[in-house]
C-alpha cells in the first residue's frame, strides 16, 4: 500500500482512566509528522465524545456482531467486581447469550461500569431509560454495592415504588439492554452493527422499538451501518425499504422458499 515509514506507539493510561499516545521514532520529521496526527484524533475525541468511552476514543473501525442467540441467562458462580470479557476495542466482537457466568452476565457488566466510575454507570443508565424504558414505569437507577446487582425501580399505579433486580425484568427487554448497551460501548470510530435474526426474543412492540432506535443511531452517527437479517413482518413493515426516509441509505433483499 505504499507505505514509507513505521513509527511505534506507545499507549500509557493513567489512574484516573484517561490515556495517551505517543510516538517513538528517531526520525525527527517522521515523529513530528505523527505526533501531529495524534494530535488531531485526539481533539476529534474530546469533540465527539459520548458514552462509547473505548470505540469513539481510539477512532478506529469494529465489527458488531451480535448472533441469533441471544438468551440471558442468570449467573450461577459467586458474583463480584470481575473485569468483563471483550471490554477493550477490538476490530471485531461477537456477542451471543450472557449469563453462562458472572463476568460474562447483564449484572456483571453494569457492576464492572459503577467499579470503574468515570460516569459510565450513569450513562449506560441514561442510554437505557431514554431508549428504552421512555413512557414506561421502569427505571434502571443504580447498583447495589452490597448485593452487587443493577437495580429496576418500578412505580405502581398509586404512586408507590418498588425495586427489583435486573432479572426479573422480561428477556426480551434483558435482551434489548444487553444489545444496545454493548452497542453504544463499543461503537468506534467507523463501525458495523451485524444483528442475525433480529427479532429474537423480542415481543412485536419491542421489535418496532428497536428498528426505530437504530433508525435514530443512523441519523446521529453517519459512521454506522447496521447489517440485519429478520424472518418477523412487523421488523420488514417497520424498516419499509422501499420507503425513503431522511438521513437513512436503506437496501435489502427478500430471500423468498424457491431461493433457498
Given at each position: ?34 505526533s ?14 459520548k458514552?462509547?468511552?473505548l ?47 458472572w ?23 441514561r ?9 414506561t ?12 446487582a ?20 422480561s ?7 444487553h444489545?444496545?448497551?454493548?452497542s ?6 467507523s ?70
Amino acid at each position: 500500500v505504499g507505505v514509507s515509514g513505521w513509527v511505534p506507539l506507545r499507549l500509557s493510561f493513567s489512574p484516573s482512566g484517561g490515556f495517551e499516545y505517543k510516538a517513538l521514532s528517531d526520525d525527527i520529521d517522521l515523529h513530528r509528522l505523527t505526533s501531529d496526527f495524534l494530535s488531531t484524533i485526539s481533539y476529534g475525541v474530546s469533540a465527539n465524545r459520548k458514552f462509547m468511552p473505548l470505540g469513539d476514543s481510539l477512532l478506529l473501525p469494529t465489527v458488531l456482531y451480535f448472533t441469533a442467540d441471544r438468551r440471558i441467562a442468570a449467573p450461577k458462580d459467586r458474583r463480584g467486581f470481575l473485569e468483563q470479557p471483550a471490554i477493550s476495542y477490538s476490530p471485531a466482537h461477537k456477542f451471543d447469550g450472557e449469563g453462562d457466568t458472572w463476568a460474562s452476565s447483564l449484572d456483571g457488566l453494569l457492576v464492572w461500569y459503577e467499579w470503574l466510575g468515570g460516569g459510565l454507570f450513569e450513562e449506560a443508565a441514561r442510554l437505557v431509560n431514554e431508549l428504552l424504558f421512555a413512557g414506561t414505569n421502569k427505571r434502571l437507577v443504580k447498583v447495589d454495592r452490597h448485593d452487587l446487582a443493577a437495580v429496576i425501580e418500578v412505580e405502581r399505579e398509586d404512586g408507590t415504588k418498588h425495586r427489583h433486580g435486573i432479572g426479573q425484568l422480561s428477556h426480551g427487554e434483558r435482551s434489548l439492554i444487553h444489545l444496545l448497551v454493548r452497542s453504544a460501548y463499543h461503537k468506534a470510530g467507523s463501525t458495523i452493527l451485524m444483528i442475525d435474526e433480529m427479532e429474537n426474543h423480542l415481543h412485536p412492540q419491542w421489535q418496532y422499538r428497536l428498528m426505530n432506535i437504530l433508525k435514530d443511531w443512523i441519523r446521529l452517527w453517519p459512521d454506522l451501518t447496521v447489517i440485519a437479517s429478520t424472518h418477523s413482518p412487523a421488523l420488514l413493515e417497520a424498516f419499509a425499504f422501499e420507503r425513503q426516509e431522511e438521513g437513512l441509505v436503506k437496501g435489502g433483499y427478500l430471500i423468498e422458499a424457491n431461493d433457498l
